[in-house]
């Protein structure tokens, strides 16, 4: 069984930066694939990033160049960094977790075994 608990969301300006942490509690967390995604009132939940357990990462191309997905095995921790930010990027955020050790469902919600309660990243223009 894994917790997960999002932070770091908050209200920015079109062009600033967010760093959002994810905080796993439980055990195995290194095997795990870990991923981020978002939810925009009215659309579909899609898949923002994804980093497998040897670190290799996977990106939407809405956010290619502007987010990076990381994480510290030590700490138990994911993060987004979120640079350039757009209204468009206006959504709740979630972290999830996958048991696969390649992220071999990509961006598939229904791949991921647990998620976090989301927190929520507001852009204006």
């Known amino acids: 069984q894994v917790q997960l608990v999002e932070s770091g969301g908050g209200s920015v300006q079109a062009g600033g930066s967010l760093r959002l942490s994810c905080a796993a509690y439980?055990?195995?967390?290194?095997?795990?694939?870990m991923g981020w995604f978002r939810q925009a009132p009215g659309k579909e939940r899609e898949g923002v990033a994804a980093?497998?357990?040897?670190?290799?990462?996977t990106y939407a191309d809405s956010v290619k160049g502007r987010f990076t997905i990381s994480r510290d095995n030590a700490k138990n921790t994911l993060y987004l960094q979120m640079n350039s930010l757009k209204p468009e990027d206006t959504a709740m955020y979630y972290c999830?977790?996958?048991?696969?050790?390649?992220?071999?469902?990509?961006?598939?919600?229904?791949?991921?075994?647990?998620w976090g309660q989301g927190t929520q990243v507001t852009v204006s223009s």
């Open positions: 980093v497998d357990s040897y670190g290799r990462t």
């Open positions: 999830a977790a996958d048991h696969s050790l390649y992220c071999s469902g990509g961006f598939v919600t229904g791949a991921y075994n647990y």
């Open positions: 439980g055990h195995f967390y290194s095997y795990y694939c």
